[in-house]
């Protein structure tokens, strides 16, 4: 009882500190990284997983939350980051910027997990991201699939856009799969603007729209 006096009290702190600020363009919220908002025709779609998947150690995944934390400031909405292996570095944003981030600090996929099912339950946030790009893949292929489909029906029924950001193909209830096709190079890291160095390529899109058809189709 304890506990669940505790999940209670959480909850309405969290409604109280970060009350919900959706950004829409046809049911989506904008990340305002091009190449990102144009492959996916429109951004991050709300009420559904979006799963990207970074083949390689270098993708660039950790400029693309940058970018995203970076957004949520511009738009003033918050953004919640459930980061699976206590892997993100918050120095170079600056303290302006993590204003408008929740950072939830996990060691493991089962606690990243757990984390993420509470927050989507909650409904407080119009952006929530759980980074499992470093965690080991015997950790998360022990997550039953059933356990992505619950967090699915939770996602569905809330304005929440929920990015998942894995190594390989992982979540097969994801209604939009893309894959950060490339390798972060010397250049691109003495780059002004990261994000605007990255590519995108759309594998999956369930029951979008005839613009996301046609990409995949192309």
């Known amino acids: 009882m304890a506990s669940s006096g505790k999940i209670v009290d959480l909850r309405a702190l969290l409604a109280e500190r970060f009350p919900s600020l959706p950004i ?24 559904a997983i979006t799963e990207l998947i970074s083949p390689h150690v ?18 003033r909405y918050f953004v ?7 892997s993100f570095d918050p120095q170079a944003l600056g303290n302006n910027l993590l204003r408008h981030l ?41 997550v039953p699939q059933t356990s992505w ?21 992982t979540v097969s209830s994801a209604q939009l799969k893309v894959v950060l096709n490339n390798i972060w190079t010397l250049q691109t890291t003495h780059s002004q603007n990261p994000a605007s160095c990255l590519h995108f390529r759309v594998t999956r899109a369930h029951g979008r729209s005839e613009l996301l058809r046609n990409i995949l189709a192309g």
């Open 58 to 75: 270098s993708s660039g995944s950790a400029s693309f939350i940058a970018a995203l934390i970076q957004a949520a400031h511009r738009n």
């Open 102 to 142: 929740l950072w939830l600090r996990c060691h493991t996929t089962i606690q990243a997990m757990k984390s993420a099912d509470l927050l989507l339950r909650d409904g407080n946030f119009p952006l929530v991201i759980i980074d499992l790009v470093l965690n080991p893949a015997r950790e998360i292929r022990k």
């Open 80 to 86: 919640a980051l459930i980061d699976g292996n206590d």
């Open 149 to 169: 489909y619950r967090l699915q029906r939770l996602v569905e029924a809330t304005s929440t856009a929920f990015l998942v950001l894995t190594r390989f193909n």
């Open 24 to 47: 829409t363009l046809n049911g989506s919220l904008t990340t305002d990284v091009p190449g990102f908002d144009e492959t996916t025709g429109g951004g991050l779609h709300k009420g």
